[in-house]
Every structure is written in C-alpha cells, then in structure tokens.
C-alpha cells in the first residue's frame, strides 16, 4: 500500500508549509492560475523529476527545501529535496538524516524502494527494450489537468508526448506478453 501522509515546504526564511494528505483520493479546486498544476508538479519534483524548480515563480528566491513523508508497504520514509540537485535526503521516517546525496542516487533509492522486484524490472527492460524505471509506472498514477472529470484515465501524462512513446510498450508487456491470462480471464 502507498500513502502520502505529508508535504512540507521550508521557505528561506524558515517559514514553514505542511499539507496533509487525507485517507483516499486527494483532489485540488481553485480557479485557473490559482496553483493546482503547480502543486501537481512539485509532487512530480518530490519523486524525483529533473526539472529546475528554483526558475518557476512559485519557488524563485522563496523555496528552501522540501520534505515528503510517504509510507510504502507499512515502511515510513521521509524525502528532501532542496533547490540544489546535489543536495537531497532520503530516509525512513524515525531515522536521523544523513548525509546529502546527488538526484542520481535519490532517483536511485526511489527506484530500490518502488521496484523491490528486480527480476521483474528486467524482464519488463527486455522485453520493452526501454530503460524504464517506476518513475515510468508513477507518472502515469496521477491525474493531469488533461483529464479533469476522467476518472477512468489514469493514462493522462501521455497526452505529453515525452511521455506517450512509453505507453506502447508498457501496454505491450502487460497484455502481449500474457495474453494466456488474458484468455483465461475470457
């Protein structure tokens, strides 16, 4: 089970922002230019996306850093990203923070975290002969404002087309490569 229990935003001047995240389904309302997309995209950043927040006018010369605490299969874990790429923090959630790692090994540890099942993962990688990783599966778990009102469509990033050359392997893993399941179920 997956949960996002917090999201804590540190400006820099130490003035402190926490959301908490409510049991179930999480849905944001305001009118148009209000945040939504933006607070969509950081929980994008917090999971390890490479874009440059420290440019966009919500973060410029206000963000310090940003905590996470999430909860994966009964585990607490706790995520920091700062608005230096070099310097995030990744832990369990009653342990103290060590010391800052490069966004390659806070990718990495995600990827650990998220992807317990290797085998799985390569069998995925050879067969898709894409180098995909669960940012790949994550960023298809959340709504964009593409899809607002299609509840249905978890598949909304792929309307970007960065993301839509992913979708066809992916479908293709999951329904060509068990297709005797598939016919099982029929």
Known sequence: MFKIRQLTLFSIQDQQFTYQFSEGINYFKGKNDSGKTEFYSF????????LDISKKRWYKDSL??????????????????????????????????????DLRTYKDKLNSMFCQDESLL?????FTNEDLTYRTFTMFNFFGENGQGKI????????????????????????????DKIFALS
Not at 43 to 50: L, P, R, V
Not at 152 to 174: E, G, T
């Open 64 to 101: 310090h850093k940003a905590t996470m605490e999430l909860e994966y299969n009964g585990i607490g874990f706790l995520l920091t990203r700062t608005m230096n790429p070099n310097q995030n923090y990744f832990s369990y959630v009653n342990e103290d923070i060590s010391e800052s790692i």
């Open 122 to 126: 390569k069998e995925i990688r050879n």
């Open 43 to 50: 929980i994008d950043f917090m999971f390890g996306s490479s």
């Open 152 to 179: 249905q469509d978890f598949l909304d990033k792929c309307s970007d087309i960065k993301y839509s050359v992913k979708l066809n392997p992916i479908l293709n893993f999951i329904f060509n490569n068990h297709l």
